[in-house]
């Protein structure tokens, strides 16, 4: 047996550091590897670390909607009191650069609230007021009404109008966009809900009627520019229709809603005859 004597080399001494694996495939040929070796493993049910790129999603998911709620409370707030300034810069252009569904959702919400508490508190004051010994009731029909009505005017009212504009062949305008201008305008509402607790008819009216000049004033300047891009004159009508209905919500909330007053009786002993304040 001979033993012959062999030199190390510096470089395997270096350790895992000096040495370096390469591919003598091409990039596709590595690309096709991967994408193969890939499909391998899903067959075999193994999951791969490339993420799968998705597609649009469709409106009835949850992804479509995703984005429009994509959006913090400082921007929300924002928006909710510049409705409240007509002068200011951002009046027309609170939606920019994205319009978003959150701020529409949760102010008819907290309005359908303020709208049952403030008319059950305002209520009940009054008739302590009137008969301190009478036991009140709350009405909770009140709340599905409100409901009702808010819901109602807020998603189905510019829905239809979104419709219509597309008929007349107004694209620009999106339907959350259109959903957006309805529900920041009703903010107004929900401030003045709570101030008409105060048992002051004449002040109430007051209320109400700032409110609709606030909101309406807001729905005309956002709306009718949109009106005005369609070729057919007669489109620009619709801002009538969207004033009428405006009038008839801030009624209807004075009625159903703010209307509850003090009532004293006249004279001794159970005089029907009633004065109201």
């Keep these: 047996m001979a033993y012959v004597a062999v030199d190390a080399d510096d470089r395997l001494e270096e350790g895992p550091e000096g040495l370096e694996f390469k591919s003598f495939l091409g990039t596709d040929a590595r690309a096709e590897q991967r994408t193969q070796s890939g499909a391998s493993n899903l067959d ?14 469709g409106f009835w998911t949850v992804d479509y909607y995703q984005p429009y709620f994509d959006v913090d409370t400082s921007t929300v707030l924002k928006r909710c009191y510049t409705t409240l300034l007509p002068t ?47 036991a009140y009731e709350y009405d909770f029909g009140l709340l599905s009404l409100a409901a009702t009505i808010v819901y109602i005017y807020t998603f189905a009212v510019p829905v239809l109008l979104w419709l219509a504009l597309r ?32 048992p002051i008819s004449i002040l109430r009216w007051v209320l109400v009627g700032l409110a609709f000049c606030l909101s309406g004033y807001f729905l005309v300047a956002n709306v009718y520019p949109i009106l005005a891009m369609a070729d057919a004159k007669a489109t620009r009508l619709l801002i009538i229709v969207v004033g ?19 009532v004293h009786d006249i004279g001794p002993g159970a005089d029907p005859i009633r004065r109201f304040i």
């Design 44 to 57: 075999r049910g193994y999951l791969t670390d490339h993420t799968t790129h998705k597609g649009p999603s």
């Design 88 to 134: 200011s810069p951002s009046y027309l252009t609170i939606l920019t650069p994205s319009a978003d569904l959150y701020g529409p959702f949760w102010i008819p919400t907290t309005l359908i609230l303020a709208l049952f508490l403030s008319s059950s508190l305002a209520a009940s004051i009054s008739s302590y007021l009137s008969d301190p010994g009478a």
């Design 167 to 198: 008929y007349f062949g107004v694209g620009e305008w999106g339907v959350a966009e259109a959903l957006g201008v309805w529900g920041y305008s009703l903010f107004v509402w929900i401030p003045v809900s709570i101030l008409c607790v105060i």
């Design 244 to 262: 009428v209905l405006h009038a008839a919500l801030a009624l209807t909330f004075k009625v159903l809603f703010f209307s509850y007053y003090v």
